[in-house]
């Protein structure tokens, strides 16, 4: 009780009302539940990221009909400062970013140019931005150097990466912190007020609608609606689970204290599970798949590439300084996915869907 009650003064929905808010990668999976999550708060929204690939939750709940939807590369400089001068944005958030692992071993390139050169374009078009107030970079719980111990990171720990994707991540983070200080923690030469500027870490967030490859939910979801058995290829890797409504009430909180110049939330923030939903693969199989009444998978045979075998996140931080604390819980968030993915499975609007979990998520907040 007293946590749904701590969330809900963390987001004023008020502050929202008429904001000016850029979103990059909005056509994402997070990205798509943030944009409906501000466009109901009453927000002025722009959206600039590439085309949605595929099926995708973008597509599915018509996200494009509820922001300014600009199509485009942050690897393309000029694309996005015109994005940016365009939407004339008070607070923006930085979600754009290629953001699997298994994909950066194949495409290295890529990941380090859209995840550390794309970042660097957004906060430089940023410099140049009248009336920005509030800059949320979104990262990734991977950007740590990951010793494989049982302890969780803490925002002062050192940055890293084994693979291309980790790497990039750590990488973007140093971008940030270069950047806040350099241009955005004081007045410019040229006038401009201070903008607070923020990165912010999450675990491992799921959620209906998620259809990114080699993903575990995803991949899961995909095995029980054709009829298959979902092939496990790390059951023992434990990973902070949570719901990605749980980190974007994260985000917003930190966002709205950055906007009204509240002093000490520039900088890092992690924001992840209670540590008993910090699981292993192999439980979240078999939670969801009982959830949908299917049980049985099968191990990956074949050799893999190096993933981490154990990530945990210390949020003292967040629970201390902004009154954070995780409100769905991991039981709750697995049977919400299932129930987003029967419902449009069985022909049912996933606009309407995902609009109801999201007024469902802030219900709780308004009467608890």
């Known amino acids: ?30 990205g798509s539940w943030l944009a409906l999550w501000l466009s109901s708060l009453g927000a002025d929204v722009t959206g600039f990221a590439l085309p949605a690939e595929g099926e995708s939750l973008f597509r599915q709940a018509r996200v494009a009909d509820a922001v300014t939807h600009i199509e485009g590369d942050i690897r393309d400089m000029d694309a996005v400062e015109r994005a940016v001068q365009a939407a004339r944005p008070e607070v923006v958030f930085h979600l754009a970013a290629q953001p699997l692992v298994r994909l950066s071993y194949v495409e290295p390139v890529q990941t380090f140019a859209t995840n550390v050169q794309g970042t ?69 030469q040229d006038g401009r007020a201070p903008v607070g500027l923020a990165s912010v870490r999450a675990g491992n967030v799921i959620g209906g609608g998620d259809w990114a490859a080699d993903r575990l939910v995803p991949d899961i979801v995909r095995a029980v609606v054709t009829g298959c058995r979902p092939i496990i290829r790390a059951p023992k890797a434990i990973r902070p689970w949570q719901h990605v409504l749980e980190a974007l009430g994260g985000y917003l909180a930190i966002a709205e204290r950055l906007a009204r110049s509240e002093p000490g939330f520039a900088g890092a923030w992690n924001f992840g ?7 292993p693969v192999e439980w979240i199989v078999e939670r969801l798949l009982s959830a949908w009444g299917r049980p049985g998978w ?24 902004l009154g954070w604390r995780p409100v769905l819980g991991l039981e709750s968030a697995l049977e919400w ?24 998520y802030r219900e709780r907040l308004r009467q608890l």
């Open 120 to 188: 660097v374009h957004v906060l430089d078009a940023c410099r140049r931005a009248d009336g920005l107030k509030a800059i949320v970079c979104i990262t990734s719980d991977k950007c740590y150097e990951n010793r494989e111990w049982v302890w969780p990171y803490r925002e002062a720990d050192p940055m890293g990466g084994w693979d291309p994707y980790s790497g990039s991540k750590g990488a973007a983070e140093i971008v940030i912190a270069a950047y806040r200080r350099s241009f955005f923690e004081a007045a410019s």
């Open 298 to 321: 099968d191990l990956e045979e074949s050799p893999q590439p190096h993933e981490a075998k154990v990530l945990k996140l210390d949020c003292a931080k967040a629970r201390s300084a």
């Open 273 to 279: 599970p209670s540590d008993d939903d910090t699981q």
């Open 1 to 30: 009780m007293a946590e749904w009650s701590a969330l809900e003064v963390l987001v004023d929905e008020r502050f929202w009302s008429g904001r000016r808010v850029l979103v990059t990668g909005h056509t994402g999976f997070k």
């Open 337 to 360: 996915i299932a129930q987003w993915h029967r419902h449009v499975a069985e022909g049912g609007d996933a606009r309407e869907i995902t609009l109801r979990q999201l007024g469902d």
